[in-house]
């Protein structure tokens, strides 16, 4: 049976009985990457291939029989753990998913992955177009397109109201939802869009809807979120604080809370129940908890306990996700380097 390639050289190498530093040492290369392979991040390259078979004891043929799922699973990796894809690895994703589109069975999977796969690159341009309107702006302070690139880059905030409205995306959901009734995730899509534009009327009516196929502690955090859109903060207060007395032992309830009070600039009790929701949650736990108590440190200026919690991120990573590399880990540790300068 053919298996990702990441797979079968791990399989190997422990039939052989060596560790990954020890075939590293063999290839004259690191072991971390030998550890990418395994992970199926990357590939090794051609030339590495006669003396890898050899090592371990295949022929190349073998060693390298992948199929489509292996391709599209490497291709996910790639996505998720690089933080800059190179141009031959991008060049390879694309083809290979357009060529698979014709397939009936992976079209799906494949044009969700071409979209992340464009997304990623949108991500990694942002993040020079950042860079270099810095760089202007330290050049050109007062110019107005010079912020202008940077606020783009970052999605930073538009006032202009013909800039910043949703209407079309709130029209795609609105067509979505009568087209997908059982689909509860959808009205939630459109209420958040229909409340970041203050249509409250319209969320309202979503949220009833909702209700009818979902109903849960959702009703009290979209009720109090329509609250507060409306200038009625006690009642929200009111209602976010009934869904965690409703719904005591779901991690989410108390997350949600956190992210409210976040909102309200309320950090202490952001913090209080960010950190309830992560104790509640089973393993492996997610760390968007973690990471908004480290923004919220970061805001305060106490970056050592930021520096602390970004740190129990990348243990997190590890303990709970076994990611002890890649886009992620090389961005908390790059934020603790920056914050221990501070």
């Not at 229909?194 to 196929?213: H, Q």
Request: glycine share 4%; proline share 3%; net charge negative.
């Amino acid at each position: 049976m053919n298996i990702e390639i990441g797979k079968k050289i791990k399989t190997l190498r422990l039939q052989k009985g060596m560790t990954q530093e020890e075939l590293a040492t063999k290839l004259n290369m690191s072991s971390q990457a030998i550890s990418k392979w395994e992970n199926n991040v990357t590939m090794p390259d051609i030339q590495i291939l006669p003396e890898l078979s050899v090592i371990l004891g295949v022929t190349i043929d073998e060693l390298f029989a992948l199929t489509d799922d292996t391709h599209l699973e490497r291709i996910e990796n790639m996505i998720s753990t690089e933080h800059f894809i190179s141009k031959d690895d991008f060049n390879y994703a694309e083809q290979f998913l357009k060529e698979r589109l014709t397939n009936d069975e992976k079209k799906a999977p494949c044009l969700t992955l071409l979209a992340q796969l464009h997304i990623h690159r949108s991500e990694e341009h942002r993040e020079l177009a950042s860079h270099y309107a810095k760089e202007a702006l330290l050049l050109d302070p007062h110019k107005k397109s010079n912020h202008n690139a940077l606020r783009d880059a970052e999605n930073g905030v538009i006032f202009d109201w013909n800039y910043s409205n949703h209407h079309k995306l709130i029209e795609y959901y609105k067509n979505f939802v009568p087209n997908h009734p059982d689909y509860w995730q959808g009205y939630v899509w459109l209420m958040n869009h229909l409340l970041a534009d203050g249509r409250c009327a319209e969320a309202k009516e979503t949220l009833e809807g909702l209700n009818k196929i979902h109903p849960g502690y959702l009703y009290q955090l979209y009720g109090g979120l329509i609250c507060k859109e409306e200038g009625n903060l006690s009642q929200a207060l009111v209602l976010w604080e009934q869904m965690t007395d409703l719904y005591p032992d779901e991690w989410r309830t108390w997350s949600f809370r956190g992210d409210c009070m976040a909102k309200l600039c309320k950090y202490d009790e952001a913090i209080e129940y960010y950190t309830k929701g992560y104790e509640l949650q089973p393993n492996p736990k997610y760390i968007d908890a973690l990471i908004a108590i480290s923004h919220i440190y970061e805001i305060q200026g106490d970056y050592d306990k930021a520096i602390e919690k970004l740190q129990e991120i990348i243990e997190q990573l590890e303990s709970n996700w076994e990611i002890t590399e890649g886009k992620a880990v090389d961005f908390y540790a790059r934020e603790i380097e920056y914050f221990k300068k501070l």
